[in-house]
């Protein structure tokens, strides 16, 4: 794949990504997956793919946090508790990729993968009545296990985040995912630290690559799809999104098959 069709796919991912509500990485890392492919080892594939993604979400969630602080959806109690385990949690993650066998990470990906169409299909609004005003100390360790998990597989945390957010402790929907768009944020700073300096040394990396995170890459398809983030939060208003989640859902799962058994 020629890396400037990134720019398309950036934009068109950040579109999609604002419109439906989630990160962006479940689209980055097969994009990124399909882009390394011929490029290096079998072995690297996955881990440059999920490090690089990593940096496209950053830019992502930027664009998405600060909107929905604009919006005032964002619990400052519930960021800080969250943020402060996903930052580590996240930061260890690169040192899990850095390990794991190729064959074995394709696995892990592919279920996150099925996780997220599930997640898209089974997406219901809540409003505020069931709220939990307790900010429960859990939440660090909580995140910790969502950044670590987030950072393995190259997402934003956003389908593991938003129903501990709003199915456990009740945040309405539009609380859930401002709150979780801003922890993405950390998340993904902690994620890219931890892929830069776990990757540095392993051999065979493509040029212009710091660890496993390939920045020009990451430029390349995250500031599109920053731009394209802001224009998808607004079409939501105008959009049923219902009948493109079921689609966006159907596509996961034939990505998450392609990458794990071809």
Known sequence: MNHYLL????????????????????????????????????????KL?????????????????????????????FFLRISAGALVGAF???????????????????????????????????????FNERKPWW???IG????LIAATVGIGGGILAVPILAGILGLNTKRAAGT??????????????????WGQGVPGRPPGSFGFVVIADSLILGIPAAAGAAIGAGLHRK?????????????????GIKIIFF
């Open 7 to 46: 720019v398309p796919i950036g934009f068109a991912a950040g579109i999609l990504a604002g419109y439906l509500g989630i990160g962006g990485g479940g689209i980055f890392v097969p994009v990124l997956f399909f882009c390394f492919s011929g490029l290096c080892s079998a072995e690297l594939v996955p």
């Open 49 to 77: 793919s999920v490090g690089t993604s990593t940096g496209a979400v950053l830019l992502t969630g930027l664009s998405g946090a600060f909107r929905h602080w604009q919006l005032g959806h964002i619990d400052l109690s």
């Open 92 to 130: 260890f993650g690169g040192l899990v990729v850095c390990h794991l066998p190729a064959d074995i990470l394709r696995i892990v990906i592919g279920i996150v993968l099925f996780i997220a169409a599930f997640r898209m299909v089974t997406y219901a609004k809540r409003d505020d009545s069931s």
């Open 139 to 141: 939440l660090v360790p």
């Open 144 to 147: 910790v296990v969502v950044g």
């Open 180 to 197: 979780s768009a801003a922890m993405t944020v950390v998340l993904s700073v902690g994620a890219i630290v931890g892929h830069i300096l």
């Open 239 to 255: 959009f049923e999104p219902n009948i493109f989640r079921v689609v966006f859902a159907l596509l996961l799962v034939a990505v």
